[in-house]
């Protein structure tokens, strides 16, 4: 692979759920170029096996570097407690040392502590994430003495990615989650969203979810670290390619490119155009 041209920073996830996770990004660095990937067709990632996560994610990473990439963000969470490690010590170095894959588990952890006054860290996810216990270990990790609880959502992402969360019927969904999380530890007082589709639950999930404890999104958390991320890395920043003003995105998904563009506008709040690709 070439080392000297400039190129597009890539988002992948596993569908729509890293747009939220793109979006904050834009607004925080909006002149850069964007390829954002969902691979939809095989979604949702959340109930595979270790192996086949880590499969996927890589051939869409690689897919993304075909495409110039010269840094990918993992918009999922899924992708990256089963990915991400694997990626970064074994592929990377032979795909291209220069190359850079960041997630979005470790910058969400690194903020818990403006948050929580009991260190008791509520954790939603995918029954992947879950139980790949990688919140636990990064807290673990980042603040010793705080407890952490997660609990799976099994049935929040087929909800979003099936258009159904605004409907009455995932209110049911929704509320037997946070009572079952809340049953395991009185004391939470911080949860985390640990799946980048859960935003697009948010209304929902803060009406049921007591008003003391704080309700944390990644978007705006993973795009300030990668802000922060850019200016601390001047050589890999200057090789990612900008359009001023404003940047530009290119929509790719695995799945009907009529069909995403459609579901992302809904999320983006503006209208797309997605095209198609194989893996
Ligand atoms: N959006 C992803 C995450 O953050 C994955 C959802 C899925 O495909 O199950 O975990």
Redesign the pocket.
């Known amino acids: 692979m070439t080392n000297s041209k400039c190129g597009p920073i890539g988002i992948f ?3 729509y ?2 747009l939220t996770i793109l979006k904050e990004i834009r607004r925080r660095l909006p002149d850069y170029d964007y390829i954002y990937l969902g691979d939809n067709a095989r ?4 109930t595979r096996s270790f192996d086949i996560v880590y499969r996927f994610t890589l051939e869409s990473v690689k897919y993304l570097f075909s495409k110039g990439c010269r840094l990918v963000i993992l918009a ?3 992708a990256s407690a089963k990915a991400l490690r694997t990626i970064q010590q074994h592929d990377l170095p032979e795909i291209d040392p220069s190359r850079r894959v960041l997630g979005v588990i470790r910058p969400t952890v690194e903020r818990l502590g403006n948050y929580t006054r009991t260190g008791h860290i509520g954790v939603f ?2 029954p992947g ?1 879950i139980q790949s216990e990688s919140y636990d270990m990064e807290i673990a990790k980042l603040y010793p003495g705080f407890r952490t609880i997660g609990h799976a959502c099994p049935m929040w ?1 087929p909800l979003i990615e099936n258009g159904e969360a605004g409907s009455e019927g995932a209110d049911f969904f929704v509320r037997q989650e946070i009572f079952r999380l809340l049953a395991k530890d009185p004391e939470i007082d911080t949860i985390i969203l640990g ?3 859960y935003p697009l639950l948010y209304e929902k999930i803060r009406r049921f979810v007591p008003e003391h404890i704080s309700l944390l999104t990644q978007g705006e958390i993973v795009a300030s670290s990668l802000a922060d991320y850019l200016a601390r890395h001047k050589p890999l920043d200057a090789k990612l390619s900008k359009t001023e003003p404003g940047g530009s995105c290119t929509y790719l998904t695995t799945e009907n490119s009529m069909k995403f563009s459609t579901m992302a506008s809904l999320f983006l709040g503006a209208a797309i155009d997605a095209a198609t690709i194989e893996l």
């Open positions: 996830d596993s569908g759920g890293g979604a949702p990632y959340g999922c969470n899924t996810g995918t994430t992402v799946c980048t589709h």
